[in-house]
Every structure is written in C-alpha cells, then in structure tokens.
C-alpha cells in the first residue's frame, strides 16, 4: 500500500501514530532497523548514493533501486581496468551491448526495489552510469583496492 494512501485514510487524529508505524520499518535511507545496509549502493530519481564507494578486492557490491524510476547499472568499457570483467545489469558482456539492449526494450532495467550485485576481482577505478539518466549526471564510480 502506497504511504500517501495510508495517510489519507488515516486521518488527522491517526496521522502521527501511523508515521510511527511506518518510521519503524526503515531506518535512515532505508536501511534495516538493525543498522545493517540492505545495499552498498541505492539508486535516487537521478543519482547513485553514494557516489563514490570504495570496497577490497573480492567484495560484491549490491546496488538497489530505491526510486521509482527504471535505473541501470552499466559499466564505462574505458571506465574499467583492462584486466577486469565488465559488468551490467541485465548480464550484458559490453557497453555497447547494454545500451542497444536499452535502446530495444528497455534492456537491464531494474524496477523499484530490484538489486543488481557485481563481484570485485581487480584492483582499479570502475566508472558506471544509468543510461536513461546520463545526460542528468547519473554515474558514479567504485575504487577497488587491494
């Protein structure tokens, strides 16, 4: 149920009881209330949070759509180590790839709630953007060290 609806229905006189109720499902930023993210990286109407995220080589990093716009997660091929696997949502092996896959039918998209996860094997700079969002700025960067 949409949190507008259930304010609506509601009412003035249940209104604060129930932001109380809905406060204690989520933390900040929609982390669990045990304090332990759901994500490493959440996708907003136009930006990744964080931006830049800096793990160990061997971490898997989770990307969660926590908007309600289709997002994706596609690597720049000149944005990665030459060494490393190149990564997107939808499974796609390169850049040009993911983005013709977008072009046809929407292609790597990940709806409200859907996670997409990469293993990080080589150490080095990772550029990535949202293809429907890079001309509003949507991209982001992991720094993988060793």
Do not use: K, Q
């Amino acid at each position: 149920m949409h949190r507008r609806r259930v304010l609506r229905r509601a009412g003035a006189a249940g209104t604060a009881a129930t932001l109380a109720t809905l406060a204690g499902c989520a933390g900040v930023d929609g982390e669990p209330d045990d304090g332990e993210p759901a994500r490493d990286v959440g996708m907003v109407a136009s930006a990744y949070r964080p931006a830049e995220l800096t793990v160990t080589v061997g971490e898997t990093v989770v990307w969660e759509n926590t908007s309600a716009r289709a997002h994706t997660v596609t690597a720049y091929e000149g944005g990665i180590p030459d060494e490393a696997a190149y990564f997107a949502s939808g499974g796609y092996d390169s850049e040009e790839a993911a983005r013709e896959a977008w072009a046809d039918d929407f292609g790597g998209r990940l709806e409200s709630g859907d996670r997409f996860t990469h293993t990080f094997e080589v150490p080095g700079r990772y550029d990535y953007v949202c293809i429907p969002h890079e001309t509003g700025g949507m991209y982001a960067t992991v720094f993988v060290e060793e």
